[in-house]
């Protein structure tokens, strides 16, 4: 008899213990042996120009330094081509300690290696740099007027800047009622707890490396490509991240320095990046400003929608992101136009923020949709019911599956929606402080990428199932264990999943939200084909896969590929959710309270309901700190960020959240992959900032359109 | 980090004469929540460090019969926030020790850091301030009493000389019918910096106010008080005009700066705002 579902199941995590008991291991926490040096990492004090000098004698004397690396002496590397998913199409990653130039404050300029931390951090601040300052464009307002449409072609993957269907500014112009309006979101940094960090250890001609990454595949491919080594002679290992969100999709210049650094001294080296350092270094979601354009008939029926975005990136390359996609297919309108434009300016180059794009441009859609519900004296839910739209109109697809209106049903029933009093600042709490309701839609696109897994079935009846994917937090350990356990009819203790190590089989990036349903869907894969080879081997006849596995001789040993099938190119694929936030207002301070958000998500089928939630909770608390407390403070004159601390940068601490519930809708999408799961991650920080937003909103009948909402906004 | 020297001094004369013989380049360490990020960043690089862990005296926290309080220097925060007789007869302060930092910094960051770190957002101080606090002071000529109002200089200044310690603070026993609040303005509900923060400290008789004290965090280079509207409430009955009235006095006593944190006009709006609101409370509690 197989065991009851463990698929559905709220599941604890399975590495749960290893990580509050300290067993799990993060990448600063490897051992690679007692003459491990320490590197530390020295950085440009101006946003752009050339070094002039660079003096490191001091340096180079004081006790304990064994090498300190500048671009005079460190090696010139092959930085072969390389460019993966994660990477800007257009430009190229940044050569470091290649050359004298500078292009942004915060680059790296020299490392300092000793053996111990404390001797290299010494020794950085002996390292003395002048420069020849260029003028560097540091201002967004400046760089603004001279942005360009990006490169990248839509049909590449990329982010047109133009796109058109009917006539928005005609239908604009006839339309019934009308909302313009510009919002603004500042830069905000990923700041995960764990700092960046990596060790390097040369081996004659291998190179292993303990990184900090949601993608272990590709730091040993552009590791290859940057030292010209063949991809077999290197070994990527990061089996636990502790938060990433995005920051750590690609190798950043210090996972280049502490391979170069290990070579150059002949010993392991190890780079951990400062909080401070990690705000110039590791990417962060680029401060946007976009405008939005509404026209609808006075049923509430969309007739024009025009949406622009312009976002900063760095000079040497050009990020893009889907700001502008999620606009063009989440609701029925039949004249559309988006025009996306990024602005090169002497910062670090940004990088994929948890919903990159659809945080930034929903934030302003749902906003200016509040503001149309507001001009039609409709109810903002009902105007988004209204215009929910029955197949993608601007891929001309169906929809594989949508539940954006049940969605709205279930999370306005939860939350309690009907006792809205529609007025702004109609409702107060006991205290007599403003109250106010908001809701937002959100989407995110399901992707399924091609990966692999290996299942080994051992002969004492266990399973040992393996891809080389990550678990930066989500659960990956968990669900993966539960989809292996189901599919193999092996209960939970038996089955051990790995990951976070290139030796294993191939895995997508751990973003997106694609792991579960592209890992998943390889783990599933290679489970159906080992069980079968078990039962095929099996000497007697029995049900009871453990049986089977007691009676081998050998364990059993496959690798699964496995490639998504063309559903993308029949089907438009998404998750929708509805999202709705309280506030409370206290009108004389400005201070903004949420006690409540819920979230209602069409997510597919969900592997486990607890770290789902656990996810979707997450994403709330981040959309509560995008929405009221998150910014990268930059000053214009240097390019150096003011606030690089987490003392600086505020993000919501335990005192700032309070109610926070998700839930999923039932959804069963045949099409989406064979597991039936869209992911949740991104989603789930997706309208929760346009949620707030309209809340307050209603609470106090101020609109403010540029993040975060501070309380010196509101008085 | 520079190198520096670590002295472990057992009483309050060892800490004096170990500060006499090494001079300014030396700092004093109780909780070291300000000073390590500070000697971390590079912003202070002392010679010598002077470790207060040692010194038992310095952590007592007694009430004195009829005569009020005394705070050692290295009381925590945390002790200030959950002693009993502190939330009962000084509530202000106990609110003030109640919102630096987190519980693990609270349990590590003491009263006289708080004071001698001198950020002008310093929550201790306005509620000390209020309620007319003296520090005393040791050195090696002795020791000395200096009232709270001057014990301030500048940003991170105070009066304190190079070779002196502060020992405690003495906090006067307060009348009947007495009452006080702080209240201060963050971002976000914990672990942050006062925008403004206000503390009011009120002893009402036959009606009337007989005595009050209003001070001000974040709004000057030190800690203030703001005594233009202290006087203009003694002596009159408080009511709600008259609580605006001081509350606008409070303002035109605040000299804010514009930074990342909030406006030189939005930190003036929250003096007004607090100082209305510590008031109101206060009287409310010297009704209890």
């Excluded at chain 1, 006839?174 to 940094?189: K, L, N, S, T």
């Excluded at chain 1, 994403?619 to 990268?632: Q, R």
């Amino acid at each position: 008899m197989s065991p009851p579902s463990v698929i559905g199941q709220p599941i604890s995590r399975v590495d749960g213990r290893s990580k509050v008991t300290g067993a799990a291991k993060y990448a600063a926490e490897f051992d690679p042996g007692p003459r491990l040096g320490h590197g530390v990492v020295v950085t440009s004090t101006i946003a752009g120009g050339v070094i002039a000098t660079i003096d490191t004698a001091a340096a180079e004397t004081a006790a304990g330094v064994v090498a300190v690396l500048t671009h005079r002496n460190a090696p010139k590397l092959p930085y072969r081509e390389h460019k993966a998913d994660v990477d800007p199409e257009d430009g190229e990653r940044l050569h470091v300690l290649q050359d004298d130039r500078v292009h942004h404050h915060g680059q790296p300029v020299a490392l300092v290696v000793a053996n111990t931390f404390e001797q290299a951090t010494h020794g950085a601040s002996l390292v003395r740099v002048t420069y020849h300052e260029e003028p560097a464009l540091t201002d967004f307002g400046q760089a603004e007027t001279r942005a360009v449409p990006p490169g990248a072609r839509r049909e590449d993957g990329g982010h047109p800047g133009e796109t058109r269907r009917g006539n928005a500014d005609a239908a604009l112009a006839a339309a019934a009622v009308r909302v313009v309006a510009e919002y603004v979101i500042p830069r905000e940094q990923h700041n995960p707890i764990e700092l960046h960090a990596t060790i390097a250890a040369w081996e004659d001609v291998t190179l292993t490396l303990w990184d900090k990454t949601q993608w272990v595949d590709n730091v040993r491919d552009e590791m290859a490509a940057v030292f010209g080594i063949p991809i077999e002679n290197v070994r990527v290992v990061s089996p636990f991240g502790g938060g990433a969100f995005g920051s750590a999709l690609r190798p950043w210049p210090h996972v280049t320095l502490a391979a170069m650094a290990a070579r150059h001294v002949d010993r392991p080296v190890k780079i951990v990046l400062t909080r401070r350092q990690m705000y110039g270094s590791t990417g962060y979601r680029p401060h946007t400003v976009q405008r939005v354009a509404l026209g609808a008939e006075r049923t509430g029926r969309l007739v024009a929608l025009h949406h622009e975005g312009i976002a900063e990136t760095s000079t040497y390359e050009q990020y893009t992101e889907s700001l502008l996609d999620a606009t063009r297919l989440l609701y029925s309108c039949p004249n559309v136009t988006t025009r996306y434009r990024v602005a090169p300016m002497n910062v670090n180059t940004p990088t994929p923020m948890r919903a990159p794009g659809e945080a930034s441009g929903l934030f302003a859609l749902e906003c200016a949709m509040d503001e149309l519900a507001v001009a039609l004296d409709m109810d903002p839910v009902q105007l988004r019911v209204r215009n929910d739209a029955e197949r993608d109109e601007d891929a001309d697809l169906p929809f594989s599956s949508r539940a954006l209106r049940e969605c709205f049903r279930v999370g306005a029933e939860r939350f309690g929606w009907e006792r809205r009093d529609p007025r702004p600042t109609s409702m107060r709490d006991t205290s007599g402080r403003l109250v106010g309701y908001g809701c937002a839609s959100a989407t995110y696109p399901v992707s399924v990428e091609a990966a692999s897994a290996r299942v080994q079935l051992l002969v004492d009846g266990s399973a040992i199932v393996s891809s080389a994917a990550s678990d930066m937090g989500p659960g990956t350990y968990t669900s993966m264990t539960q989809v292996a356990a189901e599919t193999l009819g092996l209960p939970l203790h038996r089955v051990t999943f790995e990951l976070g190590d290139t030796r294993m089989p191939t895995a997508p990036v751990h973003g997106g939200s694609i792991t579960m349903a592209s890992v998943g869907s390889a783990v599933q894969a290679a489970c159906t084909k080992a069980r079968r080879q078990a039962f095929a081997r099996a000497k007697r006849p029995s049900a009871d896969l453990v049986e089977v596995l007691r009676q081998l001789d050998y364990s059993v040993d496959v690798t699964v590929h496995n490639e998504p099938d063309d559903a993308a190119d029949h089907y438009s694929m998404h998750a929708f959710g509805a999202v709705f936030a309280e506030v409370v207002v206290d009108a004389a301070l400005g201070t903004v309270r949420v006690p409540r958000i819920v979230g209602a998500y069409g997510a597919g089928r969900i592997i486990n309901p607890k770290t789902a939630h656990s996810q979707a909770i997450g994403g709330m608390v981040m959309g509560i700190g995008m929405a009221l407390l998150e910014h990268t403070v930059v000053d214009a004159r240097s390019g150096r960020v003011v606030n690089s601390d987490l003392a600086g940068y505020l993000v919501p601490v335990n005192a700032d959240v309070r109610d926070l519930e998700a839930i999923f809708v039932d959804e069963h999408d045949p099409h989406v992959n064979p597991l039936g799961v869209k992911g949740v991650a991104e989603i789930t920080l997706v309208g929760v900032a346009a949620a707030i937003a309209n809340a307050v909103h209603h609470a106090t009948g101020r609109r403010v359109r540029e993040l975060p909402i501070t309380a010196e906004k509101l008085v | 980090m520079r190198r520096f020297q670590l002295a472990l001094p057992r009483n309050i004369d060892e800490c004096v004469k170990f500060l006499a013989e090494r001079g300014p380049e030396t700092k004093v360490i109780a909780g070291g929540t300000d000073l390590l990020p500070q000697m971390k960043n590079g912003l202070l690089k002392p010679a010598a460090v002077v470790d207060l862990s040692g010194v038992a005296d310095l952590r007592t926290l007694r009430r004195q019969d009829g005569s009020g309080l005394r705070v050692g220097a290295s009381v925590t925060a945390r002790e200030i926030e959950r002693d009993a007789y502190v939330r009962s007869a000084y509530p202000a302060l106990a609110e003030s020790g109640a919102l630096v930092g987190s519980v693990q910094i609270r349990n590590l960051a003491t009263v006289g850091g708080n004071l001698c770190n001198a950020a002008p957002s310093a929550d201790m101080a306005p509620p000390l301030l209020a309620l007319e606090a003296e520090a005393v002071v040791a050195g090696p000529r002795g020791r000395r009493r200096v009232s709270l109002s001057d014990f301030f200089t500048g940003v991170r200044r105070t009066v304190l000389a190079p070779d002196e310690l502060l020992v405690e603070l003495i906090v006067p026993a307060l009348g009947p019918r007495s009452g006080g609040q702080y209240l201060r303005h963050t971002p976000r509900r914990e672990l942050d910096i006062a925008v403004v923060g206000v503390a009011s400290q009120i002893t009402m008789s036959d009606g009337v106010c007989a005595k009050a004290r209003i001070a001000l965090a974040a709004v000057a280079p030190t800690p203030i008080r703001a005594t233009a509207a202290e006087q203009a409430l003694e002596g009159r009955p408080l009511t709600a005009e008259q609580i605006g009235r001081a509350a606008t006095l409070a303002v035109e006593a605040a000299r804010p700066i514009s930074d990342q944190r909030g406006s030189a006009d939005f930190r003036r709006h929250l003096v007004a705002v607090l100082t209305r609101r510590t008031l109101t409370t206060a009287l409310e509690r010297a009704a209890r």
